[in-house]
């Protein structure tokens, strides 16, 4: 079970902390022929072999890489500008099935209850990293339905500062619910 979180936690550094928004928009541009659409899948394998930081789960690892290459790359050809927010939701939900059902298949883990059996600082990591900039940009995704930059146009006081204080209350009502302090 450690190993899946090591997984899932490499995940969500390398498609939300460790991949600029530039990054993307120039993926969305050249598709395939973006270089760091292939960068950006390195990283990811770099990041699952630090996190997992055991080389007897190459094969693992290396399919994921794959697997993430070939999901982004569908993503790339088939997107479109009204389809964006479906897609980035498709795409997400794919890697980590993909993550889980390669876990499975090279572990030959019994998944049932093994989920329970976690190292909780692993897993409190995971949380904390999910709650930062991926929450964020799921956030985003959702709220741009709606055109809310022309509520906050002029009011540029500090820049960024919303999502910052976003990040900042989530982790904190999270740790405010894992220590038992509701009130």
């Not at 190292?119 to 964020?136: A, D, M, Q």
């Not at 999502?163 to 038992?180: A, H, Q």
Request: hydrophobic letters at 50%; a positive charge; aromatic letters at 12%.
């Amino acid at each position: 079970m450690i190993l899946l979180t090591k997984l899932i936690l490499a995940h969500l550094i390398g498609d939300f902390l460790l991949q600029p928004k530039k990054w993307v928009k120039e993926k969305e541009k050249r598709k395939l022929k973006s270089p760091k659409l292939y960068i950006h899948v390195g990283i990811h394998v770099l990041l699952a072999f630090l996190i997992v930081w055991d080389i007897t789960h190459w094969k693992l690892i290396i399919t994921i890489g794959v697997l993430h290459l070939i999901i982004d790359g569908l993503k790339l050809t088939f997107q479109k500008k009204n389809t964006k927010r479906l897609c980035f939701f498709i795409d997400q939900l794919l890697h980590l099935i993909t993550i889980f059902i390669v876990f499975i298949l090279f572990t030959k883990s019994d998944f049932s209850l093994s989920l329970f059996n976690t190292n909780k600082g692993l897993l409190l990591l995971t949380s904390l990293v999910f709650l930062t900039k991926p929450t964020s940009i799921i956030m985003q995704s959702i709220f741009s339905k709606w055109n809310i930059n022309k509520l906050t146009k002029g009011n540029e006081s500090l820049k960024h500062a919303g999502s910052y204080i976003g990040v900042l209350e989530r982790i904190l009502v999270f740790i405010f619910i894992i220590t038992n302090h509701f009130f």
